[in-house]
């Protein structure tokens, strides 16, 4: 597994904007000098905990804006056992920040437990303008995710407690999102394609695209291989 994309120098954003008061209610922008794509909301990953942070999204925003997606990446409050102050930002974020940057179209992307909150975002609280979401490598179903301990317990870490309680932060028992959702995952993840799959199983409107000899650090490498899929997906959704 190539984790090199978390540490590799990018340039800085073009502006940080803020949609609260704390000091993680904040998202960094990239804006192309001509857009050709609607606004890319992304949201990081790193298993809901402070250990990471948005910094290790900067290669792939400066990657899109390259060519012609405004990005802009969300940071939240990550403090094990207080979920709702976590999802809470994540709709702040999204209800604010898109009129900053006078946005009509939102693409919403997240990577792992950002693509978990990417798809919940997208059932329960989908910005205006909403096209469609990518997410890649989501921890999709927190059940599932719990069963197979994934991340030395990071759901039960995340939520306080075992997830049989939060239906409500959970994608795979939550209502279909109304716009298309796609989610990308690579075959050789230690985060198990079954976890994606049964979030398809349950919504069968939705797309699984698995990525051959991909991991989990990859889909979201611009000098990966697997970069081109990732890439037709967004255009595809926002088109």
């Known amino acids: 597994m190539d984790r090199s994309v978390l540490t590799r120098s990018a340039p800085e954003p073009d502006r940080t904007l803020r949609y609260g008061e704390a000091p993680e209610q904040v998202a960094d ?4 000098g001509t857009a050709r ?27 899109l804006r390259e060519d012609g997606w ?9 403090v094990p056992g207080k979920p ?15 009129g900053q940057l006078g946005a009509r179209e939102v693409v919403l992307a997240g990577h ?18 909403l096209l469609g979401t990518l997410a890649l490598a989501p921890v999709a179903d927190l059940m599932l995710a719990h069963r197979l ?18 239906a409500d932060l959970d994608p795979v028992r939550m209502p279909a999102p109304e716009r298309p959702v ?47 899929a990732v890439t037709a997906e967004l255009v595809a959704l926002g088109s």
């Open 29 to 32: 922008a990239w804006l192309p």
């Open 37 to 63: 794509h609607p606004l890319l909301m992304f949201v990081h990953g790193g298993y809901w905990t402070p250990q990471y942070d948005r910094t290790h999204t900067r290669p792939l925003a400066v990657a």
């Open 70 to 78: 405004p990005v802009v990446s969300i940071e939240y409050r990550r």
């Open 84 to 98: 709702d102050d976590l999802v809470g930002d994540v709709r702040a974020a999204l209800a604010e920040l898109p």
């Open 112 to 129: 792992s437990a950002g693509g978990h909150l990417a798809l919940w975002a997208s059932s329960a609280c989908p910005p205006a303008g």
């Open 149 to 166: 301990g994934l991340g030395d317990g990071a759901v039960a870490a995340f939520l306080g407690g075992p997830p049989d309680d939060r």
């Open 182 to 228: 796609v989610l990308l995952h690579g075959a050789e993840d230690r985060l198990p394609v079954a976890v994606s799959e049964s979030y398809v199983d349950t919504h069968p409107g939705a797309k699984l695209v698995v990525v051959p000899e991909a991991a989990h650090f990859e889909i979201i490498d611009p000098l990966s291989a697997a970069w081109p």
